[in-house]
């Protein structure tokens, strides 16, 4: 199973809402990415969990929240966003830390976020 | 910071034409990485190059990593509308202490004239 699996694929928010996005992997995979991505751009970093702990916030504000349940799982919170925060956002996973050889990310297919 | 830079930013070929897209980082990089992004899809890793000079290939893609580690190509051969998409480079940058992150470049799009 070489797989990411992102839950929803689409998802349509209003600015006082609160919903989680969902993502999986079963490749035993310990570090998990969350990326966002805007149209023609390319993906931005906002977390890296390794071995299931934080290791990287990317100055990522607040109303954004990860969450590592367990090494297969990562979850985003997300809670009174603004309309400029519709994007698509993918999850990663890669065996390693990206410093290191061997170590290619394999994305999910990412949830298509609008807030309105 | 330590930034990764690609070129050209789009590229319109006719089908059966080459293309080449290069990718250049402000500090020598352990490996880099090759990705590629359909209209709608996801990044899909290519490739990853580890060693000074290497030079390796995928059927109809050519992928190099300069001596110095701190440029790489990718070159197709004879496009495809298949080839259709956009291409990242993408290498280990240090993000805090000992961390490091995946640091994209912005991307080239190639489109194909069948």
């Known amino acids: 199973d070489t797989e990411v699996t992102q839950t929803p694929k689409h998802l349509v928010m209003g600015m006082t809402n609160k919903k989680s996005l969902k993502c999986e992997q079963h490749?035993?995979?310990?570090?998990m990415y969350w990326y966002k991505q805007k149209a023609k751009k390319p993906p931005e970093l906002m977390f890296v969990?390794?071995?299931?702990?934080?290791?990287i916030n990317e100055s990522v504000p607040s109303r954004f929240s990860p969450e590592c349940p367990n090494s297969s799982l990562l979850n985003l919170h997300l809670h009174a966003l603004q309309p400029e925060d519709s994007a698509l956002y993918l999850c990663?996973?890669?065996?390693?830390?990206?410093?290191?050889?061997?170590?290619?990310?394999?994305f999910g297919q990412g949830t298509r976020l609008t807030v309105v | 910071g330590q930034q990764v830079m690609q070129i050209p930013q789009y590229q319109h070929v006719q089908e059966g034409e080459d293309f080449t897209t290069y990718c250049n980082s402000s500090?020598?990089?352990?490996?880099i990485q090759w990705y590629k992004q359909r209209p709608g899809g996801h990044p899909v890793f290519l490739i990853q190059?580890?060693?000074?000079?290497e030079v390796k290939k995928q059927k109809r893609l050519t992928f190099q990593f300069g001596e110095a580690k701190k440029n790489s190509s990718l070159h197709i051969t004879a496009t495809q509308t298949t080839d259709v998409g956009t291409y990242f480079c993408?290498?280990?940058?240090?993000?805090?202490?000992?961390?490091?992150?995946?640091?994209f470049g912005k991307g080239t799009l190639l489109t194909v004239n069948p």
């Open positions: 990663a996973s890669s065996r390693g830390s990206p410093g290191l050889t061997n170590t290619e990310a394999f």
């Open positions: 490749m035993g995979h310990r570090a």
């Open positions: 969990y390794s071995y299931e702990k934080l290791s």
């Open positions: 500090t020598t990089l352990s490996n």
């Open positions: 190059l580890v060693k000074s000079g």
């Open positions: 993408a290498g280990p940058t240090r993000s805090g202490g000992s961390n490091y992150k995946l640091t």
